[in-house]
């Protein structure tokens, strides 16, 4: 029983860090956005959108549509 939540941790933590690295490419590529100036678009604070970035936090989907209208891209290129 132990195994398989720590399975279904490493996955979920795999699908984090890279739901932060595809926000943080689609920014610096598609965006002038800086991390406080995309903070500040969607009214979270610049920490929390480095830990979204760097995997460290789960953002809530409410978090994730404000970032995805932000950086004009359907919530589904998040992923």
């Given amino acids: ?11 979920q933590n795999k699908v984090i860090v890279k739901l932060g690295l595809t926000i943080r ?9 800086s991390q406080d100036k995309l903070a500040l678009e ?14 460290q936090t789960n953002p809530t989907i409410k978090n994730l549509l404000k970032i995805a209208k932000a950086l004009k891209v359907d919530i589904k290129d998040l992923f």
């Fill in 1 to 11: 029983m132990m195994e398989i939540y720590i399975v279904e941790n490493e996955e």
């Fill in 25 to 33: 490419k689609i920014r610096e590529e598609t965006t002038d956005f």
């Fill in 42 to 55: 969607v009214d979270l604070s610049e920490n929390q959108i480095r830990r979204i970035e760097k995997g």
